[in-house]
């Protein structure tokens, strides 16, 4: 491993921001993970790479706890250098692969899911990594409370169209939806936050497509 992606490591292993797994699983801090912490509601931000959307988001919804999980755990030290550097208490990061996230989290605990340039996974043999595979939005759909909402962001038009109709297939109702977020009302959900993934896309001239499906 190069010294540097250690270095990172090393700081998201260390850090107070860091939710562990012994926490998760303790089940009577589990259902009070709001109470325990403050916080009116939940937002989770999956396969948050760097954290963008938790760190950026966090300021402007004090009363809400920011959760980022990725497996790849040394990118979202980047959110939690950050986090500190402004001294965001409502920020947390959880190092995991989402698949599990249904024994972390209590149903009905969660309040809307974050789901920003998920990888595309264009090659049908790979269907059921898709984050918006029909097993993945039933585990959302338990995690969420009554109303609750999942949000995914992405330049990949294909698996946004596949997503559209995942989500229809699972009977959820769309509340948004653009294919051109940048020209797009909708742009005011996302307070100028845009991941390295989003910069790329637009320096190509791909347009973001945008959703909004409630429970
Ligand atoms: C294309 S990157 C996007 C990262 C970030 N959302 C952004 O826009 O910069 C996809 C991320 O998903 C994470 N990922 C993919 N599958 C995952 C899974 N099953 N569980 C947790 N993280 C996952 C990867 O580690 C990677 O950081």
Redesign the pocket.
Known sequence: MVKRKKHFYKITNESDLLITPAEDFAIAYKWKRKETFGYKKIVL??????G??TVGLAPHFPDTLFIG????WD?FSRGIMKAKEEWLQNVRFIR????HLDKRFACHEIDEIR?????PRPKQSDER?R?TYPRFLQMYEQLLVLGGTVRLKTDAHALFDYSVESFKLEGRENVSLTKDLHNSSLLDDHFSIM????KMAIDKWVSICYGVWKK
Do not use: S
């Open positions: 931000e999956l396969a948050c790479g760097k963008e959307y999980i990725d497996i790849k990118r995991g692969i989402i698949q789901i920003v340039h998920p990888d990594r984050l991941t390295d993934y989003e």
